[in-house]
């Protein structure tokens, strides 16, 4: 719908293609080519503050006395009594750790194509609002920089999860299968919402659909609306919304153990306390600013209304890009949460035994690093997929007050409920992994 409505916007004898926005594209393409394998946002934000625990080696244990430690000459006979306080070594993490970490390209990529994709919009918004005319006569070139990183985020997202269906018994597959069926039993019953309480606008993109179709083919309103009725497209949609839900699932659980061990961190220190909860409860904000009743309407109605109703829809859009600031600047304590994990699975696993061989020890604390590309693209890639769809509303809520154009605007509904959509998933996904790791590992992350 969004590449029809690009195409349809404009007319031959007005259109002047690209302009200025073909050198843009060109000069940030040959960028992220030439570049990126010396400058890379997402190397910088692996390497610049994140600590990992290394494994310790038999050296290590030179110390503990041969009454403490049996040694047969091979390493898995080599035991570490509980009595033994043993110490893990931290080390700054470095490039040549990194490439042998699975998902490091791919975390890359998508981190480094998107902070690319945000320059061609900003510098796209800034082209337009020097030159006005152009928005009107010209592709809009950073949709498709930005439709670009939805697809490619959305396949990122889709081959993490699918690791979790390669084992038959594996429990994360049923519970994937629970929360996809879960989330499209919910996406089915808010798009029956009338649209006076969660405006959507659904309901306008139709009608703006309708209309491109019957002067189109010349049908008639009762004909085009027979042909695409509005239940059909409310069903394509809660069916993509169930696909994000089920492929955000394990991102949120594992946002909400990030979330616990950073609190574990930060103790007697009240701002970042503070900071980390505004982190975690802003997502309920955000899905509170399409509840018209407790929104909109005390806000914009009245006698003496606070704001218009322009004003509120700029406040939605940048509440949303709040959020996704928000959670990226909180990275480094959220992946440096997770890492430490190292060091706490082995302090249970060392109090649950009274003796831990080395070979448990070296791979406990080996098989958390490993998993850190997967682990930074379930926290980063959920943000950009809001950041995208954000900026993709934006762009059609823009064409949408405007009496210019419609193609590009019949998308502004669909965008609103996936922005809506990715927060409410937000909410449940953490909530939900917040009990599970409260119940669970609260005694690990005490």
């Known amino acids: 719908l969004l590449i029809v409505g690009f195409f349809i916007d404009y007319t031959p004898t007005a259109m002047g293609m690209f302009g200025a926005q073909l050198v843009i594209t060109m000069i940030v393409a ?59 070594k931290s080390s700054q993490l470095c490039l040549s750790e990194l490439l042998t970490i699975h ?14 994709s945000l320059f ?17 006569s010209e592709y809009d070139l950073s949709v498709i920089w930005l439709l670009l990183v939805l697809v490619y985020n959305a396949g990122v997202l889709v081959a993490i999860t699918i690791v979790y269906f390669t084992d038959e018994l594996s429990t994360e597959r049923s519970l994937c299968l629970v929360f996809t069926a879960f989330f499209l039993v919910c996406a089915m019953a808010v798009l029956i919402v009338d649209e006076r309480s969660l ?35 409310k069903m394509f ?45 802003l997502p309920l904000i955000v899905v509170s600013m ?13 006698e003496a209304p606070l704001i218009t109703d322009q004003q509120f829809d700029s406040y939605k859009i940048a509440l949303l890009l709040i959020t996704c600031i928000l959670r990226v600047s909180l990275s480094w304590p959220y992946l440096q949460a997770y890492l430490e994990l190292a060091k706490q699975k082995v302090h249970v696993m060392r109090s649950a035994k009274e003796r831990t061989s080395l070979a448990q020890v070296q791979k406990t604390v080996m098989y958390v690093f490993k998993f850190l590309c997967t682990v930074a693209l379930q926290h980063i890639a959920p943000i950009i997929l809001l950041l995208t ?20 605007a019949m998308c502004e509904g669909c965008f609103s409920f996936l922005c809506w959509w990715i ?11 917040t009990f599970e790791y409260t119940f669970s590992f609260g005694h690990l992350l005490a």
């Open 120 to 136: 061609v919009y900003v510098c796209t918004r800034i082209y337009f609002l020097f030159n006005p005319s152009a928005m009107w």
């Open 389 to 408: 769809m954000t900026l993709l509303y934006q762009i059609t809520h823009a064409r949408q007050a405007s009496s210019h154009t419609q193609g590009i």
């Open 103 to 116: 998902y490091y390209s791919d975390f890359r990529w998508l981190v480094d194509f998107a902070a690319s």
């Open 290 to 302: 399409w509840i018209a009743p407790i929104s909109r309407i005390p806000l914009t109605t009245g």
């Open 199 to 233: 405006e959507f606008g659904l309901d306008n993109s139709h009608e703006l659909l309708t209309r491109y179709f019957m002067n189109v083919t010349g049908f008639k309103r009762e004909t085009a609306a027979l042909l695409f009725p509005n239940w059909q497209m």
């Open 237 to 281: 949609l809660a069916v993509v919304a169930s696909l994000i839900g089920g492929v955000l699932t394990f991102p949120c659980f594992r946002y909400a153990q990030m979330h616990y061990g950073a609190l574990s961190q930060v103790r007697g220190r009240p701002l970042y306390r503070t900071l980390y909860h505004l982190n975690l409860i």
């Open 30 to 88: 040959s960028a992220v080519h030439k570049l990126s394998a010396y400058y890379s946002l997402g190397r910088w934000l692996l390497v610049k503050k994140l600590k990992f625990y290394l494994p310790p080696t038999q050296s290590d244990l030179q110390q503990v006395s041969r009454s403490s430690a049996r040694l047969n000459g091979k390493k898995e006979d080599i035991f570490i009594p509980s009595s033994y306080t043993l110490n893990l």
């Open 423 to 433: 927060n409410f998933v937000w909410i449940v996904g953490t909530t939900c992994g």
